[in-house]
């Protein structure tokens, strides 16, 4: 249930990610603020998938595996 | 602080935060302003705020007992009843927050609205500030009255800390890592009860972000009430971006490094981590020549040596 909710939590943060990514080059108050505001969101979207993905690796590999699950 | 004040803490501060909220409500509901829900959402906010911070204050003071045994039944106990309902009372908090704060930056960025009106996202997003700064508040309280200081590097232990941290790390990034700070990876040094990620990295950049985000939201919260000057609006507005951004990382880093450690998990709710467990997971995390093994002796073991946190 943990790593489902993860895995869910995962793609939505991949989905902003995306919206972020692609409003460093087509968001118009961005646009107007220059680069360093483009970098900044670059930056922030690169990140976030990143991560998201690690995340979602975890949450599959338990998944698979629910024997990795022991106290 | 005996029980009997520890009790009288806690009344007065919610009879407090009741007549408090009683007279904010009263003022809002009143109508005699004529403020549309978004400002008067934010004036309600901001003059809670003294009050939930004063409860979070009196919360921690009051629940700022030692807990009884460190260990029990081949159990270590990792974290306190306190600390569990913190983490889950922020949890909250940011689940609420994090969300709705995000879509009022993301929304204006993508020019997406959705079909309910806004002022109702500002005020989920007041509501989860506020338990953060209830949780903040009570989190400093209660470990400054029970004198935890586990997650905390003492003084002088910083390039200690940061070579465990390092020797946690993939090989490139560890050696990427090593040269900038100049640290000596043919040292191992043992971890306590909490991994040099935790102590060196995780936690101190979990406080940074969050205060961060307390102060310039808090700055924000305040400019109708108080004459903010534009250009320190605007930088606090632009930080306060900035640590939800670093937030939204914090948290996926956090999930990404739990979850596979998941003894760790479980601790966050219980308390309380096997010793096994606990050793397999400060063993994983480096690849130590001299960690201990599953089987080793208690005091030769510097996980059981440590104290549990209060």
């Known amino acids: 249930v943990v790593a489902v909710g993860e895995l869910l939590w995962a793609v939505a943060n991949v989905i902003i990610a995306f919206f972020f990514l692609t409003s460093a080059f087509t968001a118009k108050t961005v646009i107007k603020e220059g680069p360093p505001a483009q970098a900044v969101l670059l930056l922030l979207g690169i990140s976030m998938l990143t991560l998201s993905i690690l995340l979602a690796r975890e949450c599959l590999r338990l998944l698979r595996r629910p024997s990795m699950v022991e106290t | ?310």
Do not use: C
């Open chain 2, 1 to 310: 602080v005996g029980t009997a004040v520890r009790g009288l803490i806690i009344l007065a501060a919610l009879a407090l935060a009741a007549a408090g909220a009683i007279a904010i409500l009263s003022q809002a509901a009143s109508g005699a302003q004529p403020w549309d829900p978004e400002l008067s959402d934010n004036f309600v906010f901001f003059k809670a705020i003294p009050f939930v911070l004063a409860l979070g204050v009196a919360f921690g003071l009051a629940r700022s007992r030692g807990s009884s045994g460190e260990r029990r039944d081949g159990m270590v106990r990792r974290f306190s009843g306190g600390t569990i309902v913190g983490h889950w009372l922020i949890t909250v908090g940011f689940v609420l927050a994090l969300p709705t704060g995000l879509w009022q930056y993301l929304g204006g960025l993508i020019d997406v609205h959705l079909p309910i009106p806004l002022y109702l996202i500002y005020r989920i997003h007041y509501i989860g500030a506020a338990i953060i700064l209830f949780a903040v508040a009570y989190f400093v309280t209660y470990w400054w009255a029970t004198g935890e200081r586990s997650l905390v590097v003492p003084r002088g232990e910083w390039r200690r800390h940061l070579t465990g941290f390092a020797q946690e790390l993939p090989a490139r990034l560890r050696r990427m890592v090593a040269e900038r700070l100049r640290l000596d990876l043919s040292q191992h040094p043992e971890p306590g009860r909490f991994t040099f990620y935790e102590t060196a990295f995780s936690f101190p950049t979990w406080t940074f972000a969050l205060a961060l985000i307390t102060i310039t939201g808090f700055l924000k919260a305040m400019r109708y009430v108080y004459p903010i000057p534009g250009p320190m609006l605007y930088i606090a507005s632009t930080l306060h971006v900035a640590a939800m951004g670093l937030l939204i990382l914090k948290v996926l880093d956090h999930l990404r490094y739990t979850l596979p450690r998941w003894p760790l998990m479980t601790a966050m709710v219980t308390g309380w981590i096997r010793e096994n467990a606990l050793r397999r997971v400060l063993a994983s995390t480096a690849s130590r020549p001299n960690a201990p093994a599953p089987d080793a002796g208690r005091e030769r073991d510097p996980v059981l040596a440590a104290r549990s946190e209060r």
